[in-house]
């Protein structure tokens, strides 16, 4: 059988057609010019690190480099900062963020499960101060940090600077969390239970694989807030204890500043970083899919 389609019907379908055209065109035009927008301060970081200085302090707009130099990139990694090794400083950033990740996993996780899972008396006061805690500056919270820390007796030492760090992003972690263990379904849990399993089995058996997309979020958002992290890297350690953060500063000086120096240093500070995103993210989309499978 036949079906006759009249010219009308036609130029709506071409119609709608077109407008679904132009719609993708428009999105996909938007999503590229974000996108050249965000990356444009990364590029040009990166291309002004192999600039000579003539290029770098011209008044004309060198959106290349016309000729490719080493001399900032040797001079960081040969001569290093303030009388110390880039790679010392890179290694205590290094601990420093790696360190907050593993601690802030484990106690976001734990107190999130917590607040989702069972009721108790002060809840949603204890929801409500975390907002609260993540709205004051940290600046704010200097004094009172330092003069912890200086009781426990962690002044200049890189376990200090974690524990800091790990108080910074635990509010974060924390309100994530609980959204992704909240949306789990309890009777998941008490499946488990009945097969046999103990509450810490079915916890890691069931309730960590679905959360683990969730775990590596904030993981990222840890690394990142503790890698950047300046003013407590600044106040509680000595030149032996400074992070990256903290070294870019020796390039600013009375006479002038080093920009080519701090772009090469920024470039080396920014590796890590898109290393440790670029891993990760493989782990969360393997997370994703394992838990649409599993749930």
Do not use: C
């Amino acid at each position: 059988m036949t079906t006759l389609t009249t010219p009308g019907v036609k130029r709506g379908r071409d119609a709608a057609r077109t407008r679904k055209r132009l719609r993708k065109i428009a999105l996909n035009g938007t999503a590229t010019l974000v996108f050249l927008i965000a990356m444009f301060p990364v590029y040009w970081m990166v291309s002004t690190a192999f600039k000579t200085n003539d290029q770098i302090f011209t008044t004309e707009f060198i959106p290349f480099p016309t000729s490719f130099t080493f001399e900032h990139l040797d001079r960081v990694l040969t001569e290093g900062v303030a009388g110390n090794s880039i790679w010392l400083y890179l290694r205590n950033s290094a601990i420093v963020a790696l360190g907050t990740v593993a601690l802030g996993a484990i106690f976001s996780l734990l107190a999130a499960t917590a607040v989702a899972r069972f009721k108790f008396k002060g809840r949603t006061s204890f929801l409500i101060t975390l907002l609260v805690v993540q709205m004051i500056p940290a600046e704010a919270l200097l004094i009172p940090l330092f003069l912890s820390v200086k009781r426990l007796g962690l002044i200049d030492q890189l376990l200090g600077l974690i524990v800091i760090n790990v108080g910074l992003t635990l509010p974060f972690g924390i309100w994530m969390l609980r959204t992704f263990v909240a949306a789990v379904p309890k009777s998941l849990e008490e499946a488990a239970w009945i097969d046999g399993a103990s509450r810490m089995t079915a916890f890691w058996k069931v309730l960590f694989p679905l959360v683990a997309p969730g775990l590596v979020a904030t993981s990222i958002f840890s690394f990142i807030t503790a890698w950047n992290e300046l003013i407590f890297a600044l106040v509680l350690m000595s030149p032996d204890g400074y992070t990256m953060p903290v070294a870019l500063q020796f390039f600013f000086g009375q006479r002038g500043t080093d920009w080519g120096a701090i772009m090469a240093s920024s470039t080396l500070m920014t590796i890590p970083v898109v290393v440790f995103f670029l891993l990760v993210q493989r782990r969360m989309v393997s997370g994703l899919v394992a838990g649409a499978v599993k749930g």
